[in-house]
């Protein structure tokens, strides 16, 4: 494939909005109102002294919600988050922090183990990965007690960030990972790599063609017809192929082929199979544009899979936000449609026009 895989797929993606069909109102009236005395019988959860509950992971087959915060992860009961409850306590080691310290981090906010993944591995255990003080580490849960298997701690670089303010994502498909996180300490290499199985480790160039500045969000798997199975991944990013002064942050759909083994030469233990494409969820008429992707779900399977992003954009002196719906089939003809290439000679980005590559950039590569 060569370098091919660096061209960038630039065609938009359409959101829910149009320019015949919009109504617009920036103070509707909610859909549902609940008043506060009726939350009073909501069932509620909290741990003293724990803080950051920001991973969280549905296990609607045994009714379980699993949480991981900082230096703590809980098993809650579905049904009654308030009961039940199970407690791993998951602490970066008193040298670890000091060592985080002596780097220059803060130890009031940065030098714990933030919980940052935690998915199911197996029928018997999960998998978790946490920021351990900026050297980050990953484990296996055992279901059966809840038990954290700490004397088999893996290496957590390229699975976890190291700061846990990064943007991160990931997911286990048949046991193996695939990350979109920061590499390094400093927090300047941006990877979307896959480790954790029987297959090679595959990863991205630490190149702003592949990726510049990500905020990463979410991650999903998509089942295709004749082993073409892929992972999108979605982020924002600055982006380096707009003709303008500035550069502009975006929001960015990625994808990789699950089956990918790399390249013969230049993109040997690299993605062949990486694109991505401009996420567009705007209002034409009004001239707002939501370039920042906050979150996204993925509803349905396989090819008739729909993407729901939430974005958010500054319009005059006010934040507003936006839920835009994507079909896979419009993702698909996007990056199937026409795209820009860098110019090593100009060092910029320019549409390509020239005869289309065998294989075509992007295309599956695998055993």
């Not at 609607?60 to 809650?76: D, H, S």
């Amino acid at each position: 494939m060569g370098t091919a895989c660096l061209l960038l797929m630039l065609a938009v993606l359409s959101g829910i909005f149009s320019e015949t069909s919009l109504c617009l109102n920036w103070d509707p009236v909610p859909r549902k109102t609940i008043l506060f005395n009726n939350l009073k019988d909501i069932k509620s959860f909290s741990k003293i002294g724990v803080f950051n509950y920001t991973t969280l992971t549905l296990d609607e087959e045994n009714k379980r919600l699993y949480v991981g915060a900082r230096e703590a992860i809980f098993a809650l009961n579905m049904t009654d988050v308030s009961q039940n409850s199970k407690l791993i306590v998951w602490e970066a080691p008193p040298e670890k922090k000091a060592e985080c310290i002596q780097k220059g981090k803060n130890n009031q906010s940065e030098c714990f183990n933030y919980i940052r993944f935690l998915q199911r591995y197996n029928e018997t255990h999960m998998y978790t990965c946490g920021t351990y003080a900026f050297q980050p580490k990953c484990s296996y849960i055992s279901l059966e007690n809840f038990t954290l298997e700490d004397l088999v701690l893996e290496d957590g670089k390229g699975k976890c960030p190291y700061d846990p303010a990064k943007g991160h994502t990931g997911l286990i498909v048949d046991k193996e990972l695939y990350s979109a996180t920061f590499n390094n300490f400093l927090g300047t290499e941006p990877v979307i790599l896959r480790n954790l199985g029987q297959h090679r480790v595959m990863k991205t160039e630490y190149l702003p063609s592949w990726l510049n500045e990500p905020d990463f969000v979410a991650s999903t798997f998509v089942e295709g017809n004749w082993g073409d199975d892929m992972i999108y991944f979605f982020f924002s990013e600055r982006a380096v192929e707009l003709d303008c002064d500035n550069e502009q942050v975006v929001a960015r759909v990625a994808r990789v082929c699950k089956g990918d083994v790399g390249g013969a030469r230049t993109l040997q233990k690299k993605w062949t199979s990486f694109l991505k494409a401009r996420l567009l969820c705007s209002i034409p008429h009004q001239h707002v544009h939501f370039n920042k992707v906050q979150a996204v779900f993925a509803l349905g399977s396989g090819q008739e899979t729909i993407f729901f992003g939430i974005f958010q954009a500054r319009w005059g002196d006010v934040d507003v936000s936006a839920v835009c719906r994507y079909n896979l089939a419009d993702i698909t003809k996007v990056f199937n449609g026409p795209f820009k290439e860098f110019r090593e000679s100009a060092q910029k980005w320019g549409r390509y026009t020239g005869q289309i590559p065998t294989p075509r950039p992007g295309s599956v590569s695998t055993l």
